[in-house]
């Protein structure tokens, strides 16, 4: 893979497979992903519904025709910040093979950069404070972790 | 006010004055809301975005007919945990008249009650780290500051 030649565009529904397969292969992820055959028909029903949301993007970066990241960028409009467009972050993950040679920074400089296209005065993000190496990785790319993030799993 | 006798309801433009005094009217709010008359556009304007869309319920708190709080609950469909939707709340501020009788409490046990409602797995929200109390308000109701929230003002 060369950084280099990475391109990112909208996923479609032949790549939701790489997607499940990136999202389980990873220590936290596995524990709450089911990567099995056929998918289980909520990650594609899942699929349809952010597909067919217009302030949600589900990007994939590709090395050639090979997924190699993910990510899903959602744009939501606030009334807060006098009226201010967010967009928000989740479900970043790069395919296991290729990490550390700046495929899940050149993700984020596209998240931030389809945000500012949009119109959006902030980028946020939440990350598992059991990740403290991704901590310091958004920290590097400009993100401030003032806040909190608080879940609470019904 | 009465907690017992207090409704919620999807706000309506109407009630877009009442919300942006009540953004306003806070430490960190008044840094960077502008209550004025009339009301700057992009409130408007983000009012609109908001009501067209059936995932967004902009919620308002109401004390017979006086809007005495408010919080945006954002409901976004997901590849992670199995394609999984969330909640997310956002903007919840109370009447600075009716603080401490458990207002706050009610608001966001709505939002709970909606995210059920609408089948999410999971409610969350950040919470900035100069608001110490409130991270122990969101504690108190149940949810985990297990995360990190990170933001990036562009």
Redesign the interface.
């Known amino acids: 893979m060369s950084i280099e030649t990475l391109t990112f565009r909208q996923a479609n529904e032949e790549d939701?497979d790489a997607?499940?397969y990136m999202?389980s292969d990873d220590k936290i992820?596995s524990k709450?992903?089911?990567y099995e055959h056929p998918l289980?028909g909520?990650?594609?029903?899942?699929?349809h519904?952010?597909d067919a949301?217009p302030?949600?993007e589900?990007i994939v970066a590709c090395d050639g025709d090979t997924v190699v990241g993910?990510q899903?960028v959602?744009f939501?409009?606030?009334?807060?910040?006098?009226?201010?467009?967010r967009a928000?972050i989740?479900?970043v993950r790069t395919t296991s093979t290729e990490r550390g040679k700046g495929l899940g920074s050149q993700l984020i400089r596209y998240a931030?950069q389809r945000?500012?296209e949009r119109g959006?005065?902030?980028?946020?993000?939440?990350?598992?404070?059991?990740r403290p190496d991704a901590?310091r990785f958004?920290?590097r790319?400009?993100?401030?972790?003032?806040?909190?993030?608080?879940?609470?799993?019904?």
């Open positions: 939701l997607i499940v999202l992820g709450r992903e089911r289980p909520a990650y594609v029903s899942a699929f519904a952010i949301d302030n949600i589900l993910v899903q959602t939501t409009p606030h009334i807060t910040y006098q009226g201010g467009w928000t989740e479900g931030i945000a500012k959006c005065h902030i980028v946020q993000l939440t990350t598992d404070k059991q901590l958004y920290e790319l400009g993100f401030t972790a003032s806040h909190e993030g608080l879940k609470l799993h019904l």
